[in-house]
T-cell receptor, first 113, second 113 residues
């Protein structure tokens, strides 16, 4: 069974641009969560989608948004990029909402110049 | 809210020896899950072990075991017979209230040959 995939793996953008990251969960998994990881703040929860609906949201500004499609694939969008948005963005999938175990993808490393 | 504390930012262990990575959590919720993840330099988060708050016995997965002391609110990870490939960041995480994951700041483990 294929694991969680994230594309692209690396991305370089400039301030003010927007970016879209993609996550394909493990087949059969319906929940997708997104995290931001930075050296200073550690791992922070962004949001979680289940059956195309956002179920939980972390404390991030409205520039961070996401969506989930009917095939459970999810996208995360960041608009008006800031230097502080440079981070590793991790996506995790689980079978259902409230599932015990999350499987993480390899992450997308975003650099904002 | 849940809070996860990992007090050891970095640790060294000799190859083939056992090592304990500390984790304490703070919650008033009676139902929760505790996880340990390994993050190599490649960035991918690898699930290691899970302990449910109602589990009577400590979880074990191969060389990994979780020393769960509920009264002390601690969930230490024990790695037996350390290998060079165990060198990585290790994160303790808690889960409650339907996919709200909280991560500790991590412990960087270095295994010496």
């Amino acid at each position: 069974k294929a694991g969680v995939t994230q594309t692209p793996r690396y991305l370089i953008k400039t301030r003010g641009q927007q970016v879209t990251l993609s996550c394909s969960p493990i087949s059969g998994h319906r929940s997708v969560s997104w995290y931001q990881q930075t050296p200073g703040q550690g791992l922070q929860f962004l949001f979680e989608y289940f059956s195309e609906t956002q179920r939980n949201k972390g404390n991030f500004p409205g520039r961070f948004s996401g969506r989930q499609f009917s095939n459970s694939r999810s996208e995360m969008n960041v608009s008006t990029l800031e230097l502080g948005d440079s981070a590793l963005y991790l996506c995790a999938s689980s079978y259902g909402q409230g599932a015990n175990e999350q499987f993480f993808g390899p992450g997308t490393r975003l650099t904002v110049l | 809210a849940q809070k996860i504390t990992q007090t050891q930012p970095g640790m060294f262990v000799q190859e083939k020896e056992a090592v304990t990575l500390d984790c304490t959590y703070d919650t008033s919720d009676p139902s929760y899950g505790l996880f340990w993840y390994k993050q190599p330099s490649s960035g991918e988060m690898i699930f290691l072990i899970y302990q449910g708050s109602y589990d009577q016995q400590n979880a074990t997965e191969g060389r990994y075991s979780l020393n769960f002391q509920k009264a002390r609110k601690s969930a230490n990870l024990v790695i037996s017979a350390s290998q060079l490939g165990d060198s990585a960041m290790y994160f303790c995480a808690s889960f409650y209230n339907f996919n709200k994951f909280y991560f500790g700041s991590g412990t960087k483990l270095n295994v010496k040959p």
